[in-house]
């Protein structure tokens, strides 16, 4: 771990756009701005409910998950063949691409698209493929997480891991999202278990609206190797302990927290505390088409409410790759890159 020279506030910006980091949460239907969906609505033949792309823009704004998730839903309506996963995914990773980052972990659901009558194929299929691309193209490694929407039941879930599994070279983890209260993570125990056996890296979703008993099931009951959210973990002294002994890592959203009212504002989101206690925390944008950001402007943003520093950006760029599933000498490779870089930045 590098110490850091301090970096004056005007350059700061700077340092966190150019900084090479990796992005471990992005719903890759989050990612769909207003334009490419229109564009794949009329390619598709499919009407959209708003008249045009800033009507649309003016409708998200959110009080909640749930208000959120039922809009977001209504998004991915347009989406009907490989090609539509293909270049959402590649619309993605270019623009990740351009904030400097170098790795991608991608959520995305097939239980969506299976509802609309698309099928697991055409979707795993269109997003490999343009990770795939992605690596030559922008120089950007990817992988892809599959999520259970835990709104739906145990069984569901399993039916969406069987038919995944013709596909499972492409995949590198599982993953659960979707409405958080009333659908604890012991829910899914046996499908967890099941994922666990064929080897998947697991991760789920808990304690973004949800209390700190969910990342405690999310741990003990599913096993996973990271917390997407966890925010609210630290209303519980013991859990924080927890998260430090085993260096559980937290996927943390700051826009996305603001947008669905979990903080207040930035300047009260707890990030700052996490790091300062020793938490594994990273920055990510969660929904950016729907959120206002990047994952470059999560930084900047949370950067500038929190008065954060350089030493803390570093810290989480590191964060980023260490709680990486990045195989074999190339998440060695990601941090001399970053040590490179801390190193010249002036
Ligand atoms: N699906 C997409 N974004 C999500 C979020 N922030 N929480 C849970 N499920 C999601
Ligand atoms: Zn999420």
Same mark, same amino acid.
């Given at each position: 771990?590098?110490?850091?020279?301090?970096?004056?506030a005007?350059?700061?910006?700077?340092?966190?756009?150019?900084m090479?980091?990796?992005?471990?949460h992005?719903?890759i239907e989050?990612?769909?701005e207003?334009?490419?969906?229109?564009a794949?609505?009329?390619?598709n033949?499919?009407?959209?409910?708003?008249?045009?792309?800033e009507?649309l823009?003016?409708a998200?704004?959110?009080?909640?998950?749930?208000d959120f998730l039922?809009?977001?839903h209504?998004?991915?309506?347009?989406?009907?063949?490989?090609?539509?996963?293909?270049?959402?995914t590649?619309?993605y990773?270019?623009r990740?691409?351009?904030d400097n980052?170098?790795?991608?972990?991608?959520?995305f659901?097939?239980?969506?698209?299976?509802?609309h009558?698309?099928s697991?194929d055409t979707?795993?299929?269109?997003?490999h493929?343009?990770?795939?691309?992605?690596?030559?193209?922008?120089?950007i490694?990817?992988?892809?997480?599959?999520?259970?929407?835990?709104?739906?039941?145990e069984e569901?879930?399993f039916e969406?891991?069987?038919? $995944? /599994?013709?596909? #499972?070279?492409k995949?590198?983890? &599982?993953? !659960?999202a979707?409405?958080? =209260?009333?659908h604890p993570?012991?829910?899914?125990?046996?499908?967890f278990a099941?994922?666990?056996?064929?080897g998947?890296?697991l991760?789920?979703?808990?304690?973004?609206?949800?209390p700190?008993?969910?990342?405690?099931?999310?741990l003990?009951?599913?096993?996973?190797e990271?917390?997407?959210?966890?925010?609210?973990?630290?209303?519980?002294? $013991? /859990?924080?302990a #927890?998260?430090l002994?085993?260096? &559980?890592? !937290?996927?943390v959203c700051? =826009?996305?927290?603001?947008?669905?009212?979990?903080?207040?504002t930035?300047?009260?989101?707890?990030?700052?505390?996490?790091?300062?206690?020793?938490i594994?925390?990273?920055?990510?944008?969660?929904d950016?088409?729907y959120?206002?950001g990047?994952?470059?402007q999560?930084f900047?943003?949370?950067f500038?409410a929190?008065g954060?520093?350089?030493?803390?950006?570093?810290?989480?760029?590191?964060?980023?790759?260490?709680?990486?599933?990045?195989?074999?000498?190339?998440?060695?490779?990601y941090i001399?890159?970053l040590?490179a870089?801390?190193?010249?930045?002036?």
């Amino acid at each position: 771990m590098l110490i850091v020279k301090p970096v004056p506030a005007d350059r700061l910006p700077d340092l966190l756009r150019l900084m090479p980091k990796a992005e471990l949460h992005i719903h890759i239907e989050g990612s769909l701005e207003p334009e490419l969906m229109f564009a794949m609505a009329q390619r598709n033949g499919l009407a959209m409910p708003y008249p045009d792309v800033e009507s649309l823009r003016r409708a998200y704004v959110f009080d909640n998950l749930q208000d959120f998730l039922d809009i977001y839903h209504a998004g991915t309506l347009v989406l009907r063949t490989e090609q539509d996963f293909y270049d959402m995914t590649h619309a993605y990773l270019a623009r990740a691409a351009a904030d400097n980052v170098v790795h991608a972990e991608i959520f995305f659901d097939t239980q969506t698209h299976t509802g609309h009558g698309v099928s697991t194929d055409t979707v795993i299929k269109g997003l490999h493929r343009a990770c795939a691309d992605a690596q030559a193209e922008f120089g950007i490694s990817a992988s892809l997480i599959l999520c259970f929407l835990r709104h739906l039941s145990e069984e569901a879930a399993f039916e969406c891991l069987e038919q $995944a /599994l013709p596909l #499972r070279e492409k995949l590198v983890g &599982i993953g !659960l999202a979707s409405s958080e =209260l009333g659908h604890p993570p012991e829910k899914f125990a046996r499908v967890f278990a099941r994922a666990r056996e064929l080897g998947f890296r697991l991760v789920a979703h808990a304690g973004e609206e949800g209390p700190p008993a969910y990342i405690w099931s999310a741990l003990d009951v599913l096993k996973v190797e990271r917390i997407d959210h966890g925010v609210q973990a630290i209303n519980d002294p $013991a /859990l924080m302990a #927890r998260l430090l002994k085993d260096r &559980i890592p !937290l996927t943390v959203c700051p =826009l996305s927290n603001l947008k669905l009212r979990v903080f207040p504002t930035l300047a009260m989101h707890n990030l700052g505390r996490m790091l300062d206690a020793g938490i594994v925390a990273t920055i990510n944008s969660d929904d950016p088409a729907y959120f206002g950001g990047y994952i470059n402007q999560n930084f900047t943003q949370t950067f500038d409410a929190l008065g954060m520093t350089a030493q803390q950006a570093y810290q989480l760029a590191h964060n980023s790759f260490g709680a990486s599933f990045i195989g074999g000498s190339l998440k060695h490779q990601y941090i001399d890159r970053l040590n490179a870089m801390f190193e010249t930045f002036s």
